[in-house]
């Protein structure tokens, strides 16, 4: 039962569409190098995340930057 209550919904997940606002990250975040990034790091190999070799120090701080417009400022709890 708990099975099928949980199944209820994730159904709905999958028909919900995708904002086109947020359209990716820059290359100031990651960047594809077109060659192989690390030793095995391969869709075919032993290790199938070549993409975690794509970011750097700071790929966090820049994609915060990037995503600060999309944000909701925090409410208030002090009464006016």
């Known amino acids: 039962k708990v099975l ?13 569409k995708v904002s086109k606002q ?8 990651l960047k594809d190098p077109g060659a192989a990034v690390g030793p095995g790091a391969t869709k075919q ?13 700071l790929s966090y701080f820049e994609a915060e930057i990037e995503l600060q417009k999309y944000r909701l400022p925090q409410p208030s709890s002090c009464k006016n």
């Open 45 to 57: 190999a032993d290790y199938k995340n070549p993409e975690y070799f794509w970011y750097h120090k």
């Open 22 to 29: 947020v359209t990716g990250l820059s290359t100031k975040v």
């Open 4 to 16: 099928n209550f949980a199944r209820g919904y994730s159904n709905g997940a999958a028909s919900t």
